[in-house]
């Protein structure tokens, strides 16, 4: 799936190849907020749920179960630490004891998990299993039977959009005094081509008309757009469709006209869809209608608050208008209401 992002995200999304770390726990300063973040995300403290913090040394004050690392190389001093815990259960994983972190981006906009990766040593009582979800979904049941420094990598391959949940849950302990400590707990990301850019989306009204125009700064693999239209700015409809230009590095300016105006106040978006079927979201856009009077199919539609009347081309008055309005007779209708007039032709 490509983001679509404002102009404001281009700073995260315009990464060359490579693989990058979304974000990274090293645990060295004793607490459990990242050490760092990638631009245009934010993160929870990593934290742990019904278990019991284990081996924190007097240096390190907090009740995080901080002692000297535990990292895969001969990094082991005063200076790096782990998070190191107890209380794990034995022959099942309970699914009320577990590691977890939560990773967002602005809302709407799409990324793609590659790995989660971290290093771990236990003791000779510590749990032998460990399972990794994201966002309730398993991604890999892992055996952690070494108790010597090991470095554990675990493919994800998922695209996510918005935020997501990593949970690590360990079980199979002999003993719930059997202690696993974690160390650079890293969630990286792959991003191998440009999103969609969407560098402008607004709406605006145009001779009884709703306007919407969008650009973008560049597009891969881009299909079509799907234009979106709610009432209620949370349940959405299709009223149209525009291709994309596909394969682009310069400026696309897209348009499109909706001519029916039912509410007062309607909400856009737009859906981009890629050639392989991938898709995500735009924000969305509100467009107030405070007066507008429009004929589809014979019928009058009126979205303003007060109640207009109708009169015939003599002034002789015909009926109140409540919308929608289906006239008595063809001709020439004069329309008033408390701030404007129109004549129409039925």
């Not at 004793?30 to 993160?43: A, Q, R, V």
Request: aromatic residues 14%; hydrophobic residues 35%.
């Amino acid at each position: 799936m490509r983001s679509i992002a404002t102009i404001l995200f281009l700073s995260f999304f315009q990464l060359l190849n490579g693989q990058f770390d979304l974000v990274y726990y090293s645990f060295d300063s004793c607490g459990m907020s990242p050490t760092y973040t990638l631009n245009g995300f934010t993160s929870t403290d990593f934290y742990s749920t019904n278990l019991i913090a284990a081996g924190c040394t007097t240096d390190c004050p907090f009740s995080s179960g901080c002692i000297p690392g535990s990292q895969a190389s001969s990094l082991c001093s005063s200076t790096n630490r782990s998070f190191n815990t107890k209380g794990w259960d034995g022959l099942n994983m309970n699914p009320n004891k577990y590691h977890e972190f939560t990773l967002s981006t602005y809302p709407g906009v799409s990324f793609f998990l590659s790995s989660l990766t971290f290093n771990y040593t236990k003791s000779n009582q510590g749990p032998l299993n460990m399972r990794v979800y994201v966002d309730g979904q398993m991604v890999s049941m892992i055996s952690t039977e070494s108790n010597s420094c090991r470095s554990i990598g675990v493919g994800i391959g998922l695209n996510r959009v918005g935020s997501t949940n990593i949970r690590i849950y360990f079980w199979g302990a002999p003993s719930s005094d059997g202690t696993i400590r974690v160390d650079n707990v890293r969630l990286t990301s792959n991003f191998t081509t440009l999103p969609v850019e969407l560098i402008d989306f607004k709406a605006y009204l145009k001779s009884n008309s709703i306007v919407l125009d969008w650009s973008t700064g560049s597009e891969v693999d881009n299909s079509h757009f799907v234009i979106q239209k709610s009432k209620d700015g949370i349940n959405f409809e299709e009223v149209g469709e525009i291709d994309g230009v596909g394969n682009s590095n310069s400026l696309s300016e897209y348009t499109f006209i909706d001519r029916e105006m039912d509410y007062s106040l309607v909400y856009y978006r737009l859906k981009q869809v890629d050639f392989n079927g991938d898709y995500s979201y735009s924000n969305i856009v509100p467009i107030n209608i405070d007066l507008i009077l429009y004929v589809r199919n014979g019928m009058i539609y009126y979205t303003g608050k007060d109640i207009p009347e109708v009169f015939d081309i003599y002034g002789r008055k015909i009926s109140n208008l409540i919308s929608p309005y289906k006239p008595t007779e063809s001709g020439i209708l004069i329309i008033r209401s408390r701030s404007r007039i129109w004549k129409i032709w039925i």
